[in-house]
């Protein structure tokens, strides 16, 4: 049983910081790729950045990049997200995923397994 649990969510201002950490087990993830992914109130879920387990490449959402940073600490099978900046139009439930597909996923159905997500929200 494959297992993806967030936590780091919750209230900040605008211009703070969070730190969001995705723990996974159930199997051994060397070979997937894990994204963070979030969706906001009435809008479609988007891929904000990810990171490959084998080679650490990583790809960031234009409306993120050089405020968010994907990390992963292998021993210890977690994934991190470290949002610097923050906008109030970040403000959404943040979700952790991974992926067995080769290559450059980025789409919702290119994902096998979610975490329950965790709510972010910016103050402006």
């Known amino acids: 049983q494959v297992q993806l649990v967030e936590s ?3 209230l900040v201002q605008a211009g703070g910081s969070l730190r969001l950490s995705c723990a996974a087990s159930g199997r051994t993830f060397s070979s997937y790729t894990m994204g963070w992914f979030r969706q906001a109130p009435g809008e479609e879920r988007e891929l904000v950045a990810r990171i490959r387990w084998t080679d650490s490449h990583t790809y960031y959402a234009d409306s993120v990049k050089g405020r968010f940073t994907i990390s992963r600490d292998n021993a210890k099978n977690t994934v ?3 949002m610097n900046s923050l906008k109030p139009e970040d403000t959404a439930v943040y979700y952790c995923s991974a992926s067995r597909k080769l290559g450059f996923p980025i789409t919702v159905s290119e994902y096998d397994y979610w ?3 965790t709510q972010v929200t910016v103050s402006s």
């Open 8 to 10: 780091g969510g919750g």
């Open 80 to 82: 991190y997200l470290q």
């Open 115 to 117: 975490g329950q997500g």
